[in-house]
């Protein structure tokens, strides 16, 4: 059985400002440890269930904030920036199940700790299909691409709430509950672990759960500026809906999600 992670930081039980997921802040080293023992943990329920390889992909700020001697199961780890599916990439038809760790709520989540979808200084909100969509949501497309199931979601319970539209029938862990963008009230840090592992462990049961119906969707983007729409409007499949807004659209959820990334990207090169 093999499993594929997607790992971003925000998500991690304690964790309520960026100093604490970014370095060079002292801080960051404590924090990067407890999202490095919460993926451990996932990949250590998924090892009870009887899998057998994982791949990791380090998704969050410059994407090497794990340390791969360290990852248990002898997980393989791609990490490094300007990857072309970005929070998905290395996912492919070969593996079984996807976990979600450290997850963490969409840009219009304002009562999200440190809320955001992609790009917080471009990105204002993103709906699939009419639904407000994190992260997670999006991801999704990659993984309906690929006929690979999520099965696993962690982050505090706005995240969960957010993606049970997409995917009703994962198991989710809320590892704490979100107070204001920089505050939450976090169970204790083995707690979580304990509930992550428990919890993947029975995600792999769940294997045959059906992929939602996302094919031929929509993504609208609402940007900050209109700059920024300008700029996506360059793309195909892309439609202008409003000074802000652009519709992204295509019958192929991949394609459809390469087109988000693709958004994504032009957008951080307006921000530099």
């Known amino acids: 059985m093999k499993v594929f992670l997607s790992t971003d930081m925000e998500g991690t039980a304690g964790v309520v400002d960026w100093s604490q997921c970014r370095a060079p802040s002292p801080e960051y080293e404590y ?77 219009g989540a304002t009562s999200s700790v440190l809320h955001h979808t992609y790009n917080p200084r471009a990105i204002a909100e993103v709906r699939l299909n009419d639904t407000i969509a994190g992260e997670a949501a999006v991801n999704a497309l990659a993984a309906l691409a690929y006929d690979v199931p999520i099965v696993l979601i962690t982050g505090d319970q706005t995240t969960i709430d957010e993606a049970r ?37 029975q995600s792999l049961s769940t294997l045959s759960t059906p992929q939602p119906n996302l094919r031929g969707a929509d993504l609208t983007i609402r940007f900050h500026t209109q700059a920024h729409a300008d700029l996506a409007c360059a793309l195909r499949n892309v439609e202008r809906q409003a000074e802000t807004t652009v519709v992204l659209s295509h019958e192929d959820p991949l394609t459809l999600f390469r087109t988000f990334i693709a958004t994504v990207y032009l957008s951080r090169a307006l921000n530099d």
């Open 165 to 201: 539209p997409f995917f009703p029938r994962a198991e989710g862990v809320v590892v704490k509950q979100s107070i204001s963008h920089n505050a939450a009230l976090s169970i204790h840090p083995e707690r979580a672990r304990e509930l992550i592992q428990a919890a993947a462990r």
């Open 31 to 107: 924090y990067r440890g407890q999202l490095q023992a919460e993926v451990n943990a996932a990949i250590d329920g998924a090892l009870e269930a009887g899998a057998t390889e994982f791949l990791v992909n380090d998704s969050h700020s410059t994407m090497q904030n794990l340390r791969p001697d360290e990852l248990h199961g002898r997980a393989s780890y791609l990490s490094g920036r300007h990857k072309p599916l970005y929070m998905m990439e290395g996912l492919d038809a070969s593996f079984d199940a996807i976990f979600f760790i450290s997850y963490h709520g969409s840009a």
